[in-house]
């Protein structure tokens, strides 16, 4: 009497976002929501809200209430649709391991997917070991997403084709717009990327005409006198320069408080701090363009490849708990860049867990130019556009979930 | 013998772009183009470069020998094709104006088109009474375009809707991410327009809970303190709170030099300052979002409309010339909103000339809400989306011009 077993007998699947946001977060949701409604032998399809911090208060939502029609504009919905966290697990003998507990048991989960960056993968391999020392018949897979590209074993990670594409279409805007006037500015396009400067390095796939000038990551060598000196002798030959610079440049600073040997306040990137020295050592104008959130949530220029790739980890996601893997991460390995073939594998979460991958030294050969094995990496993952749809206000849409909580 | 009159004996017609470039003052040059390659009359298509200093210096290019694949997608570029300036121009006994003449006559131009805002509409002037009290048989006719919409007489000006578009899209992005955290952030969007507050205001338009919580003009009455209270308020409610301004926001400033009473550069915007104030005095987490340049120089939230409607204003200038008409810009009427119809006329430009055409008071009703209106106003003008091409890379394509100088 297979068919009746009741749903309270049947384990329930609960998915959690965790981390900033990426345009292609919900792409994964969207994945595993099609991938786990295909499946009978789930009890139960929830997401979590606010990641761990759903476990914790028992807050989760019957993903199978959703429209069809709301689930598929997740695709292009950026943010985190069942709302994010930043929150880091203590040590396991802190009593909201017990509050997990209490919700795995009253909602009977026996799969749990999280999807995030390296510090959620560090959340994932915990609870994974957690349920593991614990008895319990938990499975735990992480899906990877980040715009930092900063995870490692995979080949690259969903979010960070849809970062670089916006990256780069908004310098080849600064490049057109700088290109007008005789007598021009400089601009620093402060970009994304406290530690790896994979998506400012993204900047070097534009054309010879439509890239920045100079491109500077946190891997570089940087120094002032040779950055100054830099942007002088693009602009004296072309009137204008366009400087691509990551958040995280390893700038001198001498002051431990809250500011810095600038005297600024941590609410000024290092945009601003370059731009007065410019103004004030070389005497040129300047303009800084800070590309901000929208980096990370800009729906209009993801990648229809990375969008199918974060699909697609959603999906094998389900499908690794359903064959009863834990403490993995779901990733991809690269077969071939031309043309584009990867494979799909699962890496021990443990290996992935606050690690950090950066940008190879050796790509960076020098501030104007990486190398070319890193366009041949990055140009299959951004190529391909997405059709977006928009309200009648030319607004994109986006999904709108009724997110019903379970009682 | 009609037919055999030389080109030299045509009058030939000169186009150029002046002042900050739009996402379509391109689209208004391809109505150029695409108005006076019909007519045999016309001796010469040529365009300016740098606006007004091509005229100076006899540096024309012919837009006879372009491309036709590379015209039509001028219809996507940004930034100023032909090159744009800051010049305005001096009194009539300086010098320039005869170098002006010399090329005026060496290339036998008779028909001038001028592509730009006020400033610009200034210069259409100037240049209009200049060769009629020269006697010299040159129509001058000025073509709208400024993304702050603060031209005077015509409806709207092309320009405006693209940006506004631009705005709405990625206030909703910031608004979709804000929403993530349990505990958010103040998200403070810095938008352009140091006069006139058109393109802040175009955020209301926004849906319920994808718009900004709070929206401040330069024609806002603003305070300090009732700024703070508001912001206290929304974050209190919400947890987080989006907050949309005007670069031209009028903030309380000491200082005449460089610095304000904040101890700030003219680097910084409002949203540093007002983000510096809300860190302090309140304790909130803050992150500005300046749009900067991509507001002027974004092509793939480009309004159709808009585009379509520069087009429309470029074809009708070359269509006014030809009827002998000089010294009016091309402008709009609104007959209806909905549905949505307007008709082209001819005003005179120096009722144009440097006026601004500021947001209605009676418009902004709240710090949270603008008139209905003002929102029935926008709304046909940013509604429609355009079909954006991209190169292999992911990234739209622009106009490679050959811009061949006449010798």
Chains 1, 2 share one sequence.
Request: charged fraction near 30%; proline fraction near 4%.
């Amino acid at each position: 009497m297979k068919e009746e077993t009741s749903n309270m007998e049947k384990k329930a699947l609960a998915y959690f976002q965790s981390g900033g946001p990426t345009a292609v977060i919900n792409s994964s949701l969207y994945g595993v929501i099609a991938e786990a409604f295909k499946h009978e032998e789930i009890g139960g399809v929830y997401g979590s809200i606010h990641g761990v911090e759903g476990l914790i208060d028992d807050c989760l939502v019957d993903l199978r209430k959703e429209d069809l029609e709301q689930i598929e504009l997740l695709k292009q919905t950026p943010g985190a649709a069942l709302g994010s966290t930043r929150k880091k697990l203590p040590a396991v003998s802190d009593p909201l391991f017990g509050k997990i507990i209490e919700t795995i048991k009253k909602r009977n989960i026996g799969y749990l997917l999280v999807n995030g960056g390296n510090d959620t993968m560090d959340t994932c391999y915990r609870l994974h070991s957690f349920f593991q020392s614990e008895g319990m018949d938990v499975s735990v897979i992480g899906i990877p997403k980040t715009i930092d590209n900063d995870l490692v074993m995979t080949d690259h990670c969903p979010g960070y084709a849809s970062a670089a594409r916006h990256v780069m279409n908004f310098v080849k805007m600064a490049v057109v717009d700088g290109a007008a006037y005789p007598k021009g500015k400089v601009v620093l396009v402060e970009i994304m990327g406290r530690n790896a400067g994979w998506l400012t390095a993204s900047s070097d796939l534009l054309k010879e005409d439509e890239r920045p000038d100079l491109i500077y990551l946190p891997e570089s060598d940087f120094s002032l006198e040779g950055f100054l000196n830099d942007v002088k002798r693009v602009y004296e030959k072309k009137g204008y320069a366009v400087v691509a610079l990551s958040e995280g440049l390893n700038l001198p600073r001498k002051n431990a408080g809250g500011t810095d040997s600038f005297g600024h306040s941590s609410l000024e990137g290092v945009s601003i701090h370059l731009a007065e020295e410019i103004k004030g050592r070389l005497g040129i104008g300047v303009r800084t363009m800070e590309l901000s959130l929208p980096q990370r949530a800009d729906p209009i220029l993801a990648s229809k490849t990375d969008i199918e790739e974060a699909i697609v980890l959603g999906k094998e996601a389900v499908k690794a708990l359903l064959k009863g893997e834990s403490g993995k991460m779901v990733a991809l390995r690269r077969l071939s860049s031309d043309p584009y073939r990867t494979e799909f594998f699962l890496a021990p979460v443990e290996e992935v867990a606050n690690k950090e991958k950066f940008f190879p030294k050796e790509w960076i050969l020098s501030s104007e130019r990486m190398a070319d094995a890193f366009r041949d990496y990055l140009r299959p993952l951004v190529k391909t556009s997405t059709h977006v749809r928009y309200d009648e206000a030319g607004v994109f849409l986006t999904a709108r979930l009724r997110l019903e909580r379970v009682k």
